[in-house]
């Protein structure tokens, strides 16, 4: 079974700080998918960054970066320069290989961030 | 990226009718398009797994006969909640997975179903 936790229920961050959204995970399996996702207050989802088991570097997507410590099973969200419009709930989800055939992903519980002026 | 839309956006509907949602790859094929279900402040909870073609994949827990899924094309999915009731109210939201790229899905913007 796959599960993703992220302990986080809510995070207040001062405007052009960076943040660190926390996400750990757990497979037995050693090929697996990780994403983040971003849910603004309209509700739709929007893919930020992803990062594979077998990818050697950390994955980066412009303001955002993936801190992949594969042994401690964490995937945290890195957020540089924090904006007014980050202020969302944020999503880690994981596929594995026992999804792959049909790519189902597990939700983690999310974090709400807002960013402060 | 690519993009998904989802039609209506919002529907308020009776108790004992039933709903149909529209879940449309506009600029990709997708083999694969997913439904979710999420309550307020919740998580997202995936209901199925819809394949052009054949049957949908519920998830444990989940009624067939309840959530009816249609894969009609490689563009269009549809969910239908048949005889709604109030604790049907929820924010459904589909995605769709093209096959290609970092294997991410690609999601709707979702329907927020309210039943009175």
């Known amino acids: 079974a796959q599960k993703i936790t992220q302990t986080q229920p809510g995070m207040f961050v001062q405007e052009k700080e960076a943040v660190t959204l926390d996400c750990t995970y757990d497979?037995?399996?050693?090929?697996?998918?990780l994403f983040w996702y971003k849910q603004p207050s309209s509700g739709e989802m929007i893919f930020l960054i992803y990062?594979?088991?077998?990818?050697?570097q950390n994955a980066t997507e412009g303001r955002y970066s993936l801190n992949f410590q594969k042994a401690r099973k964490s995937a945290n969200l890195v957020i540089s320069a924090s904006q007014l419009g980050d202020s969302a709930m944020y999503f880690c989800?994981?596929?594995?290989?026992?999804?792959?055939?049909?790519?189902?992903?597990?939700f983690g519980t999310g974090t709400r961030l807002t960013i402060i002026p | 990226g690519a993009v998904v839309s989802q039609h209506p956006s919002r529907v308020i509907c009776k108790s004992g009718t039933s709903v149909k949602i529209e879940c449309r790859s506009l600029?990709?094929?997708?083999?694969?398009m997913f439904w979710y279900r999420q309550f307020p402040k919740k998580s997202l909870m995936l209901m199925a797994t819809?394949?052009?073609?054949?049957?949908?994949?519920?998830e444990q827990g989940v009624e067939k006969d309840k959530f009816l899924i249609n894969h009609a094309s490689l563009t269009l999915s549809t969910l239908t909640v048949t005889s709604a009731h109030p604790e049907d109210s929820s924010f459904y939201i589909c995605?769709?997975?093209?096959?290609?790229?970092?294997?991410?899905?690609?999601f709707g913007p979702g329907t927020r179903l309210t039943v009175l």
């Open positions: 497979t037995s399996d050693p090929s697996y998918g």
């Open positions: 995605s769709a997975y093209p096959g290609t790229g970092n294997n991410e899905q690609f």
């Open positions: 990062q594979g088991s077998y990818d050697q």
């Open positions: 819809s394949n052009e073609g054949s049957k949908a994949t519920y």
């Open positions: 989800a994981m596929r594995d290989s026992t999804n792959f055939g049909n790519e189902k992903l597990t």
């Open positions: 600029d990709f094929q997708a083999t694969t």
